[in-house]
């Protein structure tokens, strides 16, 4: 089974940019990334696929974050512009056949934290 690191977190003001990154021990199935805020539901971010790097985001992010891969390194970026306050959070890499519906898998990072502060 695949395992999954991320890494990159941390604090931002209001405005900034953060960059996350998952590392992969091998290339599985199409990734993503989910966050989750205290006293939130767990929220799709990004989803990208290993082959042709097709990319979904949820409506939430949607022109300032991201997703991007290398396949040669077996990982994931998450790059998260013009952040907003909404936006901290646990950010967990995820690896499952439909992240691109924004569905999650099974297959769970240990999350970094994002927090934005304003």
């Known amino acids: 089974q695949v395992q999954l690191v991320e890494s990159g977190g941390g604090l931002v003001q209001a405005g900034g940019s953060l960059r996350l990154s998952c590392a992969a021990s091998r290339r599985t199935y199409p990734m993503a990334w989910f966050r989750q805020a205290p006293g939130k539901e767990r929220e799709f971010v990004a989803a990208i696929t290993w082959s042709l790097g097709s990319t979904s985001y949820g409506d939430s992010v949607k022109g300032r974050f991201t997703i991007s891969r290398d396949n040669a390194k077996n990982t994931i970026w998450l790059q998260m512009n013009i952040l907003k306050s909404e936006d901290t959070a646990v950010y967990y890499c995820?690896?499952?056949?439909?992240?691109?519906?924004?569905?999650?898998?099974?297959?769970w990072g240990q999350g970094t934290t994002v927090n934005v502060s304003s």
């Open positions: 995820n690896a499952g056949t439909r992240v691109l519906a924004g569905v999650a898998g099974t297959i």
